[in-house]
Structures are given as structure tokens and as C-alpha cells.
């Protein structure tokens, strides 16, 4: 979260399926922001929950744990929390969609989800059909027994598989999207964003001169 890098020191800025990966997303596009020159572009896909997550079902529950759980996740926010946290991190948000929708909307009806799901109609399909998944699952059993695999190849398969499972679920179901996109910008110097401090001060100033007028 702490880029090493100094303060306005580039263009432009693109994050794929990374921020997701964050435990404080604020902070994360605050170093962003801190790196990013005045006017520069922050281009960033990120993972959430959409409207259709339900916190009170069972099914929704158990599919975004088993999303967090086989990706290393954090826990996963709605999507509009993702948006907010890049205002509150100082930047204005020029456009926010998930990509997934509109390619619905444009008539794309092989949904993103679809090859998790395995099938038969390619070499990929069958390797992550269950039959090709059972074969991989032996195949990393003896790899690892034989020492030619290193320790803990079989648990991050198996990982990987309830990975699959759960996004493949959420995709079907729609409570769940990897292609948030969001396109933001770093204001110039002319148009200031306010920060928290600066809030803050002016609410005690107010305060003050409030507790002077009642005095």
C-alpha cells in the first residue's frame, strides 16, 4: 500500500484485479493518488458484490466466502463502496460501470464465468470439467507425494477449485462481478479536493466562532 515511489511522479496509472487484494482500499488509491501527477488518469477493474447480493441469504453468503477464500481475498464490498473509497481517497470519479452489464446490454451472451465452468467443447473446457479437474487432482497428489511438486501444491489446487466453484456461482447468479471499471482523475491544483483535516478544522473554527457569538 505504500508505493515507493515520490509525490506526483507519473502520467497515468492502471490497476487489473490488483486493489482487490487490498485490506484498505482508501489507503490504497490515497498512494495512488499521492504518485499520480495533477490531471493524471487512474484507470483500475476491481472485484465486488453488485445489487443483486443478498447478505441475508445463506447461498449468497457462502458463495462470496468461498470467492474471498480461494483468491485470498479480503472481505468483498459492493461495488458503490469501491466507487466512494476512490472519492474519498481525493479523486474525481469521471466513469464507473460494470463491464460485465453493458457487454449484456450489447448483446455478449457468453457470460464472464463461463469457462470456470467447464464443458466440452475445448481442451480448456475439459481441464476445468470435473473429470479433468479429478485427473489434475491426482496428477498434483502424486507430484507432490514424489517430492517432484513442492508441499502444499494439493491444498493450493484445491484452493484454486473452490475458487472456481464460487465464482462461477456468483457469476450465474449475478451477485457477484470482477469487471468493475472505473475511470478516475487527479484534479489540478485549481480545483483542490477537500481533505479530512481541512473539514475538520473548518468545523472547529465554526464551532468557535458559533460559541463566541453565544457568549
Known sequence: MNLPFPDNHFDGIYAIEATCHSSDRVKTFSNVFRVLKEGGYFGVYEWGMTDKYDAKSELHRKIKHGIEYGNSLPILVHINEIIENCRQAGFEVLEAFDVAETAKTAGQDIGWHSTLKGGWQSLNGIRMSKPGRFFTQNMVTVLEKARIAPKGT?????????????????????????????????????????????SSSKKKSMSKKEKKEQD
Open 154 to 198: 494439493v491444498q493450493t489446487h484445491d484452493m484454486l477449485c473452490v475458487a472456481a466453484d464460487n465464482l462461477a456461482d456468483g457469476g450465474d447468479l449475478e451477485i457477484f462481478t470482477p469487471m468493475l471499471f472505473i475511470l478516475a482523475r487527479k484534479p489540478p491544483s485549481s480545483s483542490p479536493q477537500p481533505t479530512p483535516s481541512s
